[in-house]
């Protein structure tokens, strides 16, 4: 299995910029397809991006689009979420989470449900 570990959170105004990163170890990374998660206090835990294990193909939730990137550095075993024109409304804890088998559909990858593998999460809080 894999574990999967979150970096970069904290406290930014509004319209400001963060990168989390999630480091894997473990088995291969490269072979993991990886999305990031977010979860408020009474709600479920929400999709905000993904990408497959090739870093070719990219899923955006739709409050995220144009203002956050999803990337992956296979050689460093690092997943990233860069982060820009943050909202106080994107303050969560952030998840990464990862899945070794093939996902068919970007459904398959927005579920959460698809995933076996979840970091421990990391607290982003944007001001207004």
């Known amino acids: 299995q894999v574990q999967l570990v979150e970096s970069g959170g904290g406290l930014v105004q509004a319209g400001g910029s963060l990168r989390l990163s999630c480091a894997a170890s473990g088995r291969t990374f490269s072979r993991y397809n990886m999305g990031w998660f977010r979860q408020t206090p009474g709600k479920e835990r929400a999709f905000v991006a993904a990408i497959n294990w090739s870093g070719t193909n990219t899923y955006y939730g739709d409050s995220v689009t144009g203002r956050f990137t999803i990337s992956r550095d296979n050689d460093k075993n690092t997943l990233y979420l860069q982060m820009n024109s943050l909202r106080p409304e994107d303050t969560a804890v952030y998840y990464c989470?990862?899945?070794?088998?093939?996902?068919?559909?970007?459904?398959?990858?927005?579920?959460?449900?698809?995933?076996?593998?979840w970091g421990q999460g990391t607290q982003v809080t944007v001001s207004s």
């Open positions: 989470a990862g899945r070794e088998e093939i996902l068919y559909s970007s459904t398959s990858y927005r579920n959460r449900f698809q995933y076996d593998y």
